[in-house]
């Protein structure tokens, strides 16, 4: 995706564009990956509310417990199949996912994430985390996944 279509991207960033993420799981992904990634998301986000890391100031402490590496490594064995599902918790405002996609991101994929930050910064578009984060699911998505 070029730089035109990512700052065309920056102006119509709408609840729209995230809808493309379920369509196609409920489409194209086989139901038992989905159940596995949802279960092991939610066992996760159970895992996160836990008081021993609630009181953390430090975000990397949602990584490190057991529950997430083990959806990381079912994430990278997957690889593709499983990126759309991150992508739509990222795209509905699931903080945490943020850390889920960075640690499962190829080195040319963070490389394009850090091309997207450079462009929100010279659009002067807000480039918050998680604004960056769904910029970057949906262009990869729509590049990936997509005949766009």
């Not at 379920?22 to 998301?41: A, D, G, H, P």
């Not at 949602?62 to 083990?70: A, G, I, Q, R, V």
Request: glycine share 2%; proline share 3%.
């Amino acid at each position: 995706m070029n730089k035109s279509s990512i700052i065309h991207l920056l102006h119509k960033n709408t609840e729209a564009d995230f809808s493309v993420f379920s369509t196609y799981i409920r489409e194209n992904i086989n139901t038992e990956i989905v159940e596995m990634f949802r279960k092991l998301y939610g066992a996760w986000m159970t895992r996160c509310q836990m008081p021993d890391i609630l009181i953390q100031s430090n975000p990397l402490y949602y990584t490190d417990n057991e529950e997430f590496h083990l959806l990381q490594n079912y994430c990278i064995q997957l690889g593709d199949k499983v990126l759309p599902l991150v992508y739509d918790k990222v795209c509905n405002g699931e903080f945490l996912s943020m850390f889920l996609l960075e640690n499962i991101m190829s080195d040319d994929d963070k490389e394009y994430m850090s091309d997207i930050k450079k462009i929100n910064h010279e659009s002067y578009k807000p480039h918050a985390p998680i604004y960056n984060a769904r910029l970057y699911a949906i262009t990869t998505f729509k590049r990936n996944f997509t005949m766009e």
